[in-house]
C-alpha cells in the first residue's frame, strides 16, 4: 500500500530542531524565554501593521482572551460567523455569553455583510445588541473586511478577525490578522505553520497586548506578593513551543508559495470539468494563502462528497468534508441563526483535498490519477 497521503501535514524546516536544542542548552523550558519574545517579534514584524502579538497555548485561548479583554460577560450576545471550525465559537460560552450565528456569502464564503447588518438592527430591537463580532477568514480567504468593519463601527461594535487559518494571506495588500481591535492566528500542527501546538492573540495597541500578557498570566498584580483583583488565565505559549514556531517563520514565505501551488495544481486539473469547481480568489483585492484547496460538487453530478471522500480514502489519501456549520450543531441549537442557507449548501457539496506545503510531485500523481479514475 502506497503510504498515506494526510489533508494537511506539519512541515518542519531545518533551523526548528536547532532552536529547541538551544532553548534546552540554556534552560528555558518554561512559558518565557528568548525565543518566546523572538516568536512574536518575528510575528509582529510579518503582519507589519499595528500588531502587537501575545504568543499562548492555541487559538482558542486566543479568543476567549480577546472576548475577556472586551469585557464579554454572562448573559451578553457575540456575533459569529457560522461556516467556521467549533473554535470560533466555544469560547463565547465560555464566558457565559451566547453566540448569533450569521450566513455567509457565495463569494468568499465568510460571514455575509448584509445578514449581520439585518441581524444587529434585529438584536437591537430585541434591546441585545452584540458586544462583538467574530468574523473568520475561512480556508484562509479574507472575508469582505472593509464591508463588515463599516457596519461594525456604524454601531459601534468592536471586532475580532478570526485568522487561525489565514496567515500570509492578504486583503487589499493588508495582512489578514491585522484587522478589526483584535486578531487571532492558529499554530496548531494542521495549520500553515506549526508550534506543534499554540496560537497568538493580535492586538492593535501596545496596550492591549500588555493587558493580553497580564490576563494570560494569571492576572498577576504587579505586588512582591501574589495579589489578584481580576480571574486569569494559564495561557502563554512555551518558550520550546515558541522555538519550534520561530523556525517556521522563517520558512513561512515558501511554505504559503507551496499552498498556493498545490491550489493552481486543483485548478488546472478540474478546468474542464462539468461537475466540480474549485473555490478561488474573486479578485485581486483577496490574495489567500490557500491553507486548504476546496471544491464544489455540482448538484447534477451523479456523485456526492462523502463518495468522493471514500475513494480517496481506498487510495489512501485524506480528504474532508467542509466545516460543518454552528447553527447546525446540537450543542448550539438554542442559539439564534440569521440568514438562509448559503453556507448549510456549501457544506453540503464541498470537499477539502490534500493541500500540505509538502506534498511531493509524487503524491499530487497520485491524488490527479485517483481523482481522474472518479470524476
Ligand atoms: C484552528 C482554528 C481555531 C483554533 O485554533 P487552535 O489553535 O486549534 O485552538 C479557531 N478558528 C479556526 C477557524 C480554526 O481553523
Not at 194 to 218: C, D, I, M, N
Amino acid at each position: 500500500m502506497n503510504s498515506k497521503i494526510w489533508l494537511s501535514a506539519p512541515h518542519i524546516g531545518k533551523t526548528e530542531e536547532q532552536y529547541v536544542k538551544q532553548a534546552f542548552n540554556e534552560n528555558w523550558i518554561a512559558p518565557v524565554g528568548p525565543q518566546l519574545i523572538e516568536f512574536e517579534s518575528a510575528i509582529d514584524a510579518y503582519l507589519n501593521t499595528s500588531s502587537f502579538s501575545t504568543a499562548l497555548s492555541s487559538g482558542t485561548a486566543a479568543i476567549h482572551l480577546a472576548l475577556t479583554l472586551l469585557n464579554v460577560a454572562n448573559g451578553d450576545e457575540v456575533i459569529c460567523q457560522s461556516f467556521t471550525f467549533c473554535a470560533t465559537a466555544n469560547p463565547i460560552t465560555y464566558l457565559g455569553a451566547t453566540p448569533v450565528f450569521i450566513d455567509s456569502e457565495l463569494e468568499t464564503w465568510n460571514m455575509c455583510p448584509v445578514v449581520l447588518e439585518a441581524a444587529i438592527k434585529d438584536r437591537i430591537k430585541k434591546n441585545k445588541k452584540p458586544k462583538a463580532i467574530i468574523f473568520v477568514d475561512l480556508y484562509g480567504m479574507p472575508a469582505k473586511i472593509d464591508v463588515i468593519l463599516k457596519v461594525a463601527s456604524a454601531y459601534g461594535i468592536p471586532v475580532i478577525e478570526d485568522a487561525a487559518e489565514a496567515l500570509g494571506s492578504t486583503y487589499k495588500n493588508r495582512k489578514c490578522g491585522t484587522f478589526g481591535q483584535f486578531s487571532i492566528l492558529s499554530f496548531n500542527g494542521n495549520k500553515i505553520i506549526t508550534t506543534s501546538g499554540g496560537g497568538a492573540l493580535v492586538s492593535r495597541t501596545k496596550a492591549f497586548q500588555e493587558r493580553a500578557l497580564f490576563y494570560a498570566t494569571q492576572a498577576k498584580e504587579p505586588e512582591t506578593h501574589f495579589q489578584h483583583q481580576y480571574i486569569g488565565f494559564n495561557y502563554r505559549l512555551s518558550n520550546v513551543c515558541a522555538a519550534i514556531g520561530k523556525g517556521q517563520m522563517e520558512v513561512l514565505e515558501t511554505r504559503i508559495a507551496q499552498r498556493q501551488a498545490n491550489h493552481q495544481f486543483y485548478e488546472k486539473l478540474f478546468q474542464e470539468s462539468l461537475n466540480i469547481s474549485v473555490f478561488k480568489s474573486p479578485n485581486e483585492s483577496y490574495q489567500p494563502n490557500y491553507w486548504l484547496s476546496c471544491i464544489l460538487i455540482n448538484k447534477t453530478a451523479s456523485f456526492r462528497s462523502v463518495d468522493l471522500i471514500n475513494h480517496l480514502s481506498n487510495h489512501n489519501i485524506e480528504a474532508r468534508l467542509l466545516w460543518k456549520p454552528l447553527h447546525l450543531q446540537p450543542v448550539f441549537k438554542n442559539s439564534p441563526y440569521y440568514g438562509g442557507s448559503v453556507c448549510e449548501d456549501l457544506f453540503n457539496c464541498g470537499v477539502c483535498l490534500p493541500s500540505g506545503s509538502n506534498l511531493t510531485p509524487n503524491d499530487l500523481l497520485r491524488i490527479a490519477e485517483a481523482l481522474s479514475k472518479f470524476v
